[in-house]
């Protein structure tokens, strides 16, 4: 079933503006991660946060995760022409420590336009 | 991509044949993972290993088996193939549970 939940589905803004896309997601978790995914190719990964942070940031990259919520937000600043890609949040299964896999949302397509 | 490597990259079959997806690690990580990536789905968890010889099944696991022999290789089997079964495969990596999982390139698979 699907965990998480990327809104908005796509977003297209201009370069050099700020890119802001949400994560729901529906049970308890470890710890949440965004991916990012270039057309054709494989998965990079850009943030983990855990559920005990509220924020992290990684150059560009700014996450939040709001667990009362259920919701963390990937703010992505400055944006440039090669941010053009489909950004997923994905969360652990909370199973007492077991190695279930991450649950993936089905992505938000982002288009930066020059 | 962490050296992970995914053969084939590539692969047409026809339904009914058997078709086996290798996964390749030097990073010599713990767990390893199978998902298929689908338009309107986002990525479905297949099978995991915990260990050599240690694997469980995922949340879409009707029509695939798993085997580790070697810490460094994860094969997917699909037994006999079917058209439902036309997607994209990505294999993971992880040092620990709860960690960052890092992804292969991919396997585009066509069951025509």
């Known amino acids: 079933s699907q965990q998480g939940e990327e809104d908005p589905q796509a977003l297209s803004i201009q370069e050099g503006e700020n890119a802001t896309m949400n994560c729901s997601y529906k049970?308890?978790?470890?710890?949440l991660q965004w991916y990012r995914q270039n057309s054709g190719r494989g998965l990079v990964h850009l943030i983990l946060?855990?559920?005990?942070?509220r924020e992290k940031h990684s150059g560009r990259l700014r996450v939040t995760l709001d667990t009362s919520k259920k919701s963390s937000s990937l703010l992505i600043t400055a944006s440039r022409a090669a941010d053009t890609a489909s950004y997923f949040c994905?969360?652990?299964?909370?199973?007492?420590?077991?190695?279930?896999?991450?649950?993936f949302g089905k992505g938000t397509h982002l288009i930066i336009q020059p | 991509d962490a050296g992970i490597t995914q053969s084939p990259r590539h692969k047409v079959t026809e339904t009914g044949t058997p078709v086996t997806l290798r996964c390749h690690q030097t990073?010599?990580?713990?767990?390893m993972y199978w998902y298929r990536q689908d338009p309107g789905h986002g990525l479905r968890l297949i099978h995991y290993?915990?260990?050599?010889?240690?694997?469980d099944k995922g949340e879409v696991s009707d029509g695939y088996s798993v085997s580790r022999s070697k810490t460094e290789d994860f094969l997917l089997t699909l037994e006999s193939a079917t058209s439902s079964q036309t997607s994209v495969y990505f294999c993971?990596?992880?040092?620990?549970?709860?960690?960052?999982?890092?992804f292969g390139p991919g396997t585009r698979l066509l069951v025509l």
């Open positions: 993971a990596i992880s040092p620990r549970v709860q960690e960052t999982q890092y």
């Open positions: 049970t308890s978790i470890n710890n």
């Open positions: 946060i855990r559920s005990n942070e």
């Open positions: 994905a969360t652990d299964g909370y199973s007492g420590g077991g190695a279930d896999g991450l649950t």
């Open positions: 990073e010599n990580h713990r767990y």
């Open positions: 290993s915990y260990g050599v010889k240690d694997t």
